[in-house]
């Protein structure tokens, strides 16, 4: 198991170079089920701009048969790694050419940055914008894209890649999935060793909610709820339903702790557009709700030993949010509404 003291994507980035190439109520199954938070809005979110998925048409439409040899794949294309549009990494490069380069007109560097803030809630822009100037010099330097399939038909994908980066955007054609596929977020805002305050973080506030309901628990449910040692980050794969799952069963939970880990959800959520935290939420809801997951607090990557958990992870037959901030923040996120969904990850 890889110390958690460590972090490879510090290491170097890993790059692969291609040759060819409303508001939502939700509530669990049963009456038992805990009800899922109301998603945040944005006060700028019902103006109308072009959905990305719009703009990934267009964007594929601009884009050079030379361009598209680099950047642009077969739904099903596989390397060595497996099933590339479903890869995830905490630090990695899909494509070598850079969005900020010469190998993008202007338009179509414009059209990939509305792609790319449009998959986020606006009031996040500048958090995001934050996160990219503290790990990658800033937005476009870093970064690259791929599109796999075909956009305007049942089947594409954009994603786009970088250091503390995956996401995505698949307009409803990857089946059963939240977020297009497995997404990773993560922030290292002054330093690789972060201090255990987490300084200028902009992800730390929700591990800090996190822990607001770890100090709600009794006794007894703290001693469910803690575990020794934390997972490999990236060991994010579906259980399913007859999964043994880490930590304290939410179905155990007093209402006000209920309460508060709805919070917790909405937390996670927020940063990103309207569409995918309803996607969510729809995965989380077919599979019975927070009713059927849990919530773990792990000891180990604890920065000072001040029993703030660092590490902490909220996980359902097919949903997984492992949230490590040791030595600082990688969050890795995997959703459907299917545990039978594999995951392409490394950790």
Known sequence: MRSHNNCPDCDGFEYDSVNRREFVKVVGATAAAASLPAVAFAKNEGKKKPAPE??????YDALTPEQKEKVCFDWDYNDRRGLLRTHI?????ITEPK??????TQDQQDLIEAIFFGLYNPDWHER?????QDDARGYGKAQDIAIFGKPGTKQFEFVMTGRHLTIRCDGGSAEHVAFGGPIFYGHAAQGFNE?????????WYQALKANSLFQMLDGKQRSQALIEQAPQEGQVAFQGT????PGIPVAELFPDQKEHLNDVLKSLLEPYRLKDQQEALSCLKTQGGLANCSIAFY??????????WDI?????????????????VHVWVNVANDHSVELNSKG
């Open 54 to 59: 719009t703009l990934v048409k267009k964007l």
């Open 89 to 93: 990494s905490n630090n990695w490069h």
């Open 99 to 104: 969005i900020n380069s010469s190998f993008y």
């Open 128 to 132: 995001v914008l934050q996160q990219l």
């Open 195 to 203: 201090k255990q305050d987490h300084p200028g973080n902009v992800f």
């Open 242 to 245: 007859k999964g043994n799952l």
């Open 299 to 308: 000891q180990s990557g604890d920065i000072g030993n001040d029993k703030v």
């Open 312 to 328: 902490w992870r909220l996980e359902g037959p097919s949903f997984v949010w492992h949230w490590r901030g040791a030595p600082h």
